[in-house]
């Protein structure tokens, strides 16, 4: 069986109402799931939302992920957090390379290797989101795209680097989109990635976590998540509002068994 897990980034929306509201009703449900949630709140939220999750008693079940961190530790960065301050407060993971940074911050592959360094010293679990723009899947660079995201931080930091992270293959295209996916297709992706790091690793190819993002909905979460190198989905739209992901987690928890 998988060792599934179910992450929700929450990206620029929440309030203390909604955390309140949404983690109330979240955890009846998932304190019956055998799988676990991660939610990436924005940050300024990470702290209230521990207390709220600690409050409801579901501590077990539900983790915290930060959406970002700087490349700093600490210093004259004004508007930064650094990966030692989410330490400080006991998050356990932080999302990097999210497609939205790579669009909108400019950050390239040099910069997500230092933010995975900081992380990995601080025994933050990364959440790598890699993943290729139209363009480039239109002329079938996918694979190769994946691999030198991987391979800029095996290169660096060897590939036991990769023992407690978590990969992302979240093609740009098609998150926030409306598109149809084909599971058949993001399974050849993630067996790509794990044969590839089955050459150098097996033990990190077999044990490593490839999440699919990128639209992911309750229509089509199962037929993801049935396929066998598919071992959870990072949802974003879907996950924000508290009924679909309600049904998102009640429609796994009623087929799991993948
Ligand atoms: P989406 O976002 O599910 O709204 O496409 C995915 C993501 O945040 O990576």
Redesign the pocket.
Known sequence: MKNLLIIS?W?LNGSKYLINNFINKISHVIKGCNFSIVIAPPLLYLDYMQQIIKFYKCDNHILLSAQNIDIHNYGSFTGEISAKMLKDIGIKYAIIG??DRKIFHKENNDIILKKFTLLKSEDISPIL?IGETKKEYQSNQTIAVCIKQINNIIKNLGILALQNTIIAY?PIW????KIIIDPTYIQKIHSTIRNYLMKINCKISKNISIQY????NFTNVLNLLKQQDIDGV?????SLDTESFIKILNIINNNYSF
């Open positions: 980034n990206k999210h497609a989101c979240e098609a998150i926030d989109n993002g990128g639209s992911v990072l949802i974003g739209r879907a």
